[in-house]
Each structure stands twice: as structure tokens, then as C-alpha cells.
DNA sequence: AAAAAGTGATGACTAATGTCATATATTAAA
DNA sequence: TTTAATATATGACATTAGTCATCACTTTTT
């Protein structure tokens, strides 16, 4: 967790929220934020802590979610190079969501003054970002609609592609199609709203059907396409754009 | 359907989310708004339909619903006096959802162009906005997890008191606590992510364990406080504020 | 290497809730 | 008023998916 700024400008990552804004602000940026390298299984911010701002994944694995009473956690978002978090608490008191990396992350973190001089004098700044607002609120009721109409299997198989829309491909065999992420059987309970046995079965039902592979921790998907097929009536990746 | 402008310096309407604009740029708003009247029961805007501009409800009431494909609809949310709606699509080229009047409802219309002026030389009204999209965020995710988390029955509850929420106790009668919109039973099952038939069993069990009471096509609600015991662990309107 | 902790797979069982069928109200139309 | 159309209530049944229990497999710790 050592503070390890750089310079905006030089940042390898051109999706971050903060490269939309005019080139001359980016040093005044570099003197508010504060970058923090995160080790694997660590969490940036708590539910229900005050926020102070909003948090930029330089680059990294992150999830964010929320703690049921009885039950278990529920995954509310995968994050990964150049998304946002911490967005959703803006504007309260406290994080509705904790948020925790899932491997070694760099975040990049603004206070809610900074924030607010940004949004006050960069017009179109803040358009972008409330459209990125208004998107998530699309995604988000998006989702709500298909875990209400989906099968477990579906929301399972929805889960699966949410994570390769998020992290991609493993980088290190680029011809398997391996999942660039590790996500425990809970996780992806979590995320496809069922319970981690539903999802050890229908894994190996999918595997059985020749979709995906189950490769050590790792889950090879064999045919991308056809397992969208499988739920494309939906509607899911029409408006997709993360 | 006739076009009614009148200024919005003297709208009645004081929650209106352009009230919240510099006073002397509202009959600049008179000039590009369009309000019209719809009766109950008419489409204001569709699905798929191209997004023109934002909507705001002076007064009426207002479901917010989108088409799963073999599926019947899905109520996303309920407006009413103040509330603004089409604020999902703007920015998208599409409507996620459709919207239609639940009872006469007079609504002002403003188009891109005009609010993109308003966004660039506004800096507090785009903020406003923006957190606006914030909370609906964090409304949004709340309800995926307690949909996630509850029992039908519970969910059942949870829509009639976000109903209540919406559009009060109906006026005419001030001390019976009756719901003063009416929905049937499917547009209840909608919100509440379940079937007709299981809110009729339901409300018929509510009304035996003198929660609720059947007043024709209307419900009141007999203890509205008891009915909120029954769902409070899920935290539901610990940041309610619509 | 052995032990312990965590994770995953799978069977048996249960409970919740969706589906279907039908009867009854209620509202709108003829 | 009668008829038709729509909405609601309720029982019987089917099915999905959750719970619990057990075993196997991994990874980490000692």
C-alpha cells in the first residue's frame, strides 16, 4: 500500500474517467490524487464507511458488493483497467458497497472537494460522467430485469460472460479461451444470484454440454458465441459497452 | 393531448427538477418546454423508440416498464408529481423502457439540444443531475439485492409500500391509509418480481393477518408501520428519499 | 509430510413458488 | 339488462432451486 504517483499524462491507461478532461488539468489532478498499490484480497472501502471520494483503477481486478444480513454477500459489480468505483456512494453519506481486489490492483483516489472543483468547471467533464451515471443505471436495471426472467442456468451462464467482459482472456494462452480471472464458486453464486452448489452443478452440466472446460481454478470458455446464444433472447449485450 | 405551456416561475410544481435552475434562466425553460396532458392509460414514450429528450412529471402518475420477450412486462418504477422520467435513455440512442400514464397526468418535455445548453452553462443543475443518477444507482442496486434476498411475500409488501411512497394515501377519504393509485394484480406481480397469482394468495393472506384491506379495486393499508417491521432488515428505505 | 482450512462436487431431501385449470367477481360493452 | 371481456381468487400440481450432509480435492500452514 505504498503511495506511488505519477503523472496523468503519462498514464499508460487512456480509458480513465479523468483523460477526458482538458489536457491542461491533468497536473492540477496529479497534485490531488493519491495512487495506492492494493495487494490481492483487499479491501479499498467498506460499506457503510463515509465516502470521501471516488476511487480509479489504474489497472487491476476489483468487486464490489454488499453484505445481506443473513445471507451471504452479494457481487454487485466486476471492475477492472480504467472503471470506476466508489461512484455509487457519491452524493451520500456512506458506501452503500464494500469494494476489494481480486488481484494485485493500482487505484487512483480523488476527494469529494477535488471532485466537486472538477465538476464545477469542466462542463463537458461532468456530462461525461453523468452519462456514465445514466448508463450504469441502464446496466444495472438491465440486469435486474434478466435475473427476474432468466433460469439459473441463464443467469449462470450471464455471469460467466460478465466476467470475460470485464477482465478478458488470460493473456498468458492467448489461443484458450481461459478466463482471466479467478471467481470461487460463491462468487459467481453471488453475481448470477443462486447458491454455489447450483453453480458447481450447472458448471458441470455446462462442461458435460461442451461449452466450457474446467481447467484447475480456471474456467475455459470453448465457444463464446454459442453460450450467448443461449441467452441472447434477453437482450443482455444489446446496449454492452464496458 | 393539447399542448398546455404555462411558466415555470409560477408552477405549483415545486419539486420540479428545474426549479432547481437559476430563477431568471427558467422562462428561457418556458420557451423550449412542451407540456401536454395525457389521459390515463397512454404511452408516453416506447421502448426502442429514439430518445429525444427528458420528460417531467407536473402532476399525474406515471409506471415505467420494459417488455421481457415471452415474459410479460416489467415494471421498473413508478413517478409521480415532480419526478422526472426518460432520464434512463438520455444519452443512449434508445428508450431502455416505455412509460405510460397510470391516471391523467400533465408532463413537460424538454428536448436534447435545450438540455445539453442547460448542462454546459449550469454547473450546480448538472451536479444535481448527476447525483440524481447517483441515488437512482444506488435505488436501483438496492432493489436487485433485496429482489435477490426476500420472500415473495416480503417483496409483495416492499411494492406496496414503495407504491405509498410514490403517490401517498389517496385524498378523498384522509384517514383510511388508502393506496391512492391502482394497480392490478400483475402490475404488482411486475414490480414485486413474482406472478399475478401469488399476489392474490398473498394479499388475501395479508388481509387475514389485518395488515391490509381490500377495498374494491383499492388496498389500505392498516398499519403501515408493522408492514415495514416485516421488511426492515433488508434496510430497504434506510435511503429512501423519493 | 501431516494437519488444517478452504473449496468444490454431488446426492437426497425440502420448500418455495411458478403453472395450469377453474370458478367467481367486477367492469365495460352491446 | 344481458353479454362479453377482464380481473381476481383459489385449489391442485409440477418444477425449480435452495438446504443439508458427505466426500473428495487443493492449497496453505505448521
Redesign the pocket.
Known sequence: MNKINSACALCENKNCFIQKLPSQRLSWVDAKKYTVCFPKDQNIFWENAEVNGIHFIKNGKVKVFSSGLN?KDKVVRLAGDGHIIGHRGYGAEQYPVSAATLSESTICFIDNGSLYELFMTNPVFTYTMMMFYSQELRKSEQRAKYNSQ??????IIAALLYAKETFGYSQTDLNAQILNV??????I?SIA?????????T??ILESEKHIL?K??NIQLLNEKKLLDLIRDYGIYDNADS
Open positions: 445471507k432468466m433460469s439459473s442456468k441463464e443467469r479467478y471467481l470461487t464458486r460463491s462468487e453464486a444470484d443462486t447458491t454455489a452448489e447450483e453453480v458447481s452443478r458448471l458441470t474446467k484447475g481454478r
